[in-house]
């Protein structure tokens, strides 16, 4: 669960925020410092709207960037997973490298959304690239959640539907004349 690329733009949360939500802009407002670019996926994204990173030797850099603003140091969980795990008393954040699906990082960008969070704009895994994800993955945490994120999805698409098939009113009502 981690935020967009290069933004410039740092900044004090809003009040009145959630601890997680403030968590989530902590881990994007690091990320860009560092420039890493990341999209933020999962459970965290479908609340929003395990974190894909092009494995590169650079991001691999930018990852390490990242753990040492936070003051905390990464590992790999498994020997075969394709991630690392980053933990602190506040926060688990997984660079995943492959998610479960075989989606590659530039597929779950370009259909990524962006949310404002905070000062921030993040992006965002679409609810189709989770639901194929945790669907892939097959564990039992994943298969609970895919009934809730599908009811979701198909609410969206028929209100997406729905509100391009009604015409717009354009009627206005003024002052009655008289």
């Known amino acids: 669960m981690v935020g967009s690329g290069a933004s410039s733009s740092g900044g004090a949360t809003r009040v009145g925020m959630s601890i997680d939500?403030?968590?989530?802009?902590?881990?994007?407002?690091?990320?860009?410092?560092?420039?890493?670019?990341?999209?933020?996926?999962?459970?965290?994204?479908?609340?929003?709207?395990?974190?894909?990173?092009?494995?590169?030797?650079?991001?691999?850099?930018?990852?390490?960037?990242?753990?040492?603003?936070?003051?905390?140091?990464?590992?790999?969980?498994?020997?075969?997973s394709n991630m690392l795990r980053l933990a602190t008393p506040e926060i688990i954040v997984d660079f995943v490298f492959q998610l479960s699906s075989r989606r590659k990082f530039e597929s779950v960008r370009a259909n990524a959304r962006r949310v404002k969070l905070g000062r921030r704009e993040i992006l965002v895994?679409?609810?189709?690239?989770?639901?194929?994800a945790k669907e892939a993955a097959g564990r039992p945490k994943d298969q609970a959640v895919l009934p809730m994120l599908k009811d979701t999805l198909r609410c969206?698409?028929?209100?997406?539907?729905?509100?391009?098939?009604?015409?717009?009113n354009l009627s206005r009502r003024g002052p009655p004349s008289g």
Do not use: Y
């Not at 802009?25 to 994204?45: M, Q």
């Not at 894909?52 to 905390?72: S, Y």
């Not at 895994?125 to 194929?132: G, K, Q, T």
């Open 125 to 132: 895994a679409s609810l189709e690239d989770v639901i194929a």
């Open 21 to 80: 939500e403030r968590l989530v802009v902590k881990v994007a407002e690091t990320a860009s410092r560092v420039r890493l670019e990341c999209v933020i996926i999962g459970n965290v994204a479908a609340i929003l709207q395990d974190v894909p990173v092009r494995d590169t030797p650079r991001n691999r850099q930018k990852i390490h960037a990242f753990t040492k603003e936070v003051g905390e140091t990464v590992w790999q969980p498994h020997e075969f």
């Open 156 to 168: 969206r698409k028929a209100m997406d539907t729905r509100n391009q098939s009604e015409p717009p």
